[in-house]
T-cell receptor
């Protein structure tokens, strides 16, 4: 079946540091890949997505590239801010009925001023 | 345009009590989902409804029932709550042909 593995957190960085959160997946066929962000006390929001190999998703300074050869979708940001403190979830879905998402366990990011 | 709304926001139940979590969306989406979120486990799908009139089990359906009341509303029922059902519950929606899911703010449930 499908599965998503993320690096365990928490990840603690200073403001303006470079961020990488690793995500690897197992899936048959050609999944679409997502990063969701959850701010404290809120639901999940889509951060970015990529629907085919070599696509790069980007939003709010975050980027992730769909790497089929390494089955990875690592999240990066060049300079984090305190406001980026949140929990980040990598997820995938396959092009089938229901569009069910499979989530990784989440990585908590804490950015200190 | 409220998006996806959930009620209640918080609930405390005693073991064996029942309750229904409500979800409503005004986005005209076809598909709706119920997830539970537990520490370190991400979100796990409980049930989903691909379209009005259909429901299907997800990864962890035991102890739950759902009703797709109409296109807008999808409820989750716990018939006899257990401490293992203490969790945060999220409703989500999407168009059938789109992959992005939109999430509600969640319901924090504690079963004692």
């Amino acid at each position: 079946g499908n599965s998503v593995t993320q690096m365990e957190g928490p990840v603690t960085l200073s403001e303006e540091a470079f961020l990488t959160i690793n995500c690897t997946y197992t899936a048959t066929g050609y999944p679409s890949l997502f990063w969701y962000v959850q701010y404290p006390g809120e639901g999940l929001q889509l951060l970015l997505k990529a629907t085919k190999a070599d696509d790069k998703g980007s939003n709010k300074g975050f980027e992730a590239t769909y790497r089929k050869e390494t089955t990875s979708f690592h999240l990066e940001k060049g300079s984090v801010q305190v406001s980026d403190s949140a929990v980040y979830f990598c997820a995938l879905t396959r092009n089938n009925a229901g569009n069910m998402l499979t989530f990784g366990g989440g990585t908590r990011l804490m950015v200190k001023p | 345009n409220a998006g996806v709304t959930q009620t209640p926001k918080f609930q405390v139940l005693k073991t064996g009590q029942s309750m229904t979590l409500q979800c409503a969306q005004d986005m005209n989406h076809n598909s709706m989902y119920w997830y539970r979120q537990d520490p370190g486990m991400g979100l796990r799908l409980i049930y989903y409804s691909a379209s009005e009139g259909t429901t299907d089990k997800g990864e962890v359906p035991n102890g739950y029932n759902v009703s797709r009341l109409n296109k807008r509303e999808f409820s989750l029922r716990l018939e006899s709550a257990a401490p293992s059902q203490t969790s945060v519950y999220f409703c989500a929606t999407t168009f059938v042909t789109h992959y992005e899911q939109y999430f509600g703010p969640g319901t924090r449930l504690t079963v004692t």
